[in-house]
């Protein structure tokens, strides 16, 4: 089990950088709206392009971006259940998401979302905007960012099965078994002061 969760740990470095990327692709799609905005305004020109190039960034977060949401838990969820489950439960729950709903939801997007991609590539495809960019790129976002998500979802499947088998660390309590530490620390500190 210590190799598969060295493994897992790699996985969430890729996902972590790639989060730390789309930080900057934010960044960048901002700038680029802002400063087509002001172009727009001040000189009466705009470039389709620029527009496309905004729409590819945020495309970009939102795809490459999910594997890194599914690291921190904030995808979504219906806490008022979960909040109420039982900390073994909530794992069994979501190693039965991930491979009932996730790794085949990921498998399908990507069997479909190659053909797209090598069509678009070979084609040549382009936005039908006048001065609209290729469209291969964006299509690749689709096989890579759900080849992300899958392989974040075989990571925190070997997280789950860590903490129901191998005493491991349980990571959808992480925050709270912190919290409870510090104020148990805190408490301690209380009572020798």
């Known amino acids: 089990m210590k190799n598969i969760m060295k493994i897992a740990g790699w996985i969430d470095l890729i996902n972590?950088?790639?989060?730390?990327?789309s930080i900057w692709m934010i960044?960048?799609?901002t700038a680029i709206s802002a400063g087509n905005a002001l172009v727009r305004y001040i000189f009466g020109i705009g470039s389709n392009a620029f527009l496309e190039v905004q729409w590819y960034l945020f495309a970009?977060?939102?795809m490459l971006g999910a594997g890194y949401g599914f690291l921190h838990n904030v995808h979504v969820r219906i806490d008022v259940l979960a909040s109420r489950l039982s900390d073994?439960?909530?794992?069994w729950i979501d190693i039965g998401g991930v491979i009932v709903f996730l790794l085949p939801f990921c498998a399908m997007m990507i069997?479909?979302?190659v053909p797209l991609l090598e069509r678009a590539y070979v084609s040549g495809e382009t936005s039908f905007s006048p001065g609209g960019l290729?469209?291969?790129?964006?299509?690749?976002?689709i096989p890579v960012g759900f080849a992300l998500l899958a392989l974040q979802g075989l990571s925190e499947l070997a997280k789950r099965v860590n903490y129901l088998f191998?005493?491991?660390?349980?990571v959808l309590n992480y925050e709270h078994e912190a919290n409870q530490k510090r104020d148990k620390i805190e408490a301690e500190a209380r009572d020798a002061a």
């Not at 290729?134 to 976002?141: K, V």
């Not at 191998?166 to 349980?170: A, M, R, S, T």
């Open 16 to 21: 972590i950088g790639i989060g730390k990327i």
């Open 111 to 113: 069997y479909m979302g």
């Open 134 to 141: 290729i469209r291969w790129p964006i299509y690749a976002l």
């Open 166 to 170: 191998f005493d491991g660390v349980d």
């Open 27 to 29: 960044f960048a799609a």
């Open 88 to 91: 073994r439960t909530r794992n």
């Open 60 to 62: 970009a977060v939102f």
